[in-house]
């Protein structure tokens, strides 16, 4: 029983680990990326002793499919929790015709906008600055309905 507990264990802090690794080597500097890319393949090396362990080949397939099934859930979660809303500029081109109703749309949920008309008159082009992943999907969402061509860019720190 000693033994399930710790491979268990061993194979949830492995998960967590790589999975930090993985985002870290990726998003944070090359200190930070190496030292827990040094930490988490260490813990892997026991990880690889305790896979010798004498418990059932099918317990320990499951005991780490579980550990994967969970920590990258748990990871990825307080991941999105923890990111910050940036701004986002989203260009958004529609039909002359629904000019109107898109900007009282966008009025109505107080999304911060400008438009014009484009040169042949045939089009409106919106500059639409979303400051919160919920105003995002809501300009996505309004796009989709007025069938209209859209490119987002992200605002970056000077």
């Given at each position: 029983?000693?033994?399930l507990i710790i491979f268990i264990v061993l194979n949830v802090l492995?998960?967590?680990?790589?999975?930090?690794?993985?985002?870290?080597?990726?998003?944070?500097?090359?200190?930070?990326?190496?030292?827990?890319?040094a930490v988490a393949f260490g813990l892997y090396t026991i990880v690889l002793v305790y896979m010798n362990c004498d418990l059932?080949?099918?317990?320990?397939?499951?005991?780490?499919?579980?550990?994967?099934?969970?920590?990258?859930?748990?990871?990825?979660?307080?991941?999105?929790?923890?990111?910050?809303?940036?701004?986002?500029?989203?260009?958004?081109?529609?039909?002359?015709?629904?000019?109107?109703?898109?900007?009282?749309?966008?009025?109505?949920?107080?999304?911060?906008?400008n438009w014009l008309i484009s040169s042949d008159d045939k089009y409106a082009i919106f500059n639409i600055y979303c400051a919160t992943q919920k105003e995002s999907a809501f300009v996505k969402a309004i796009a989709e309905r007025f069938n209209a061509k859209y490119f987002v860019t992200e605002s970056k720190n000077l």
């Open positions: 029983m000693k033994l492995n998960v967590i680990i790589q999975t930090v690794k993985s985002i870290c080597t990726i998003k944070c500097g090359k200190v930070f990326a190496a030292l827990i890319n059932n080949l099918f317990t320990k397939a499951g005991i780490v499919a579980l550990c994967n099934l969970i920590g990258v859930y748990v990871v990825k979660l307080i991941e999105e929790k923890m990111r910050k809303d940036k701004l986002w500029k989203v260009q958004l081109t529609a039909n002359k015709k629904c000019t109107s109703n898109l900007s009282n749309e966008l009025e109505n949920f107080s999304i911060s906008h």
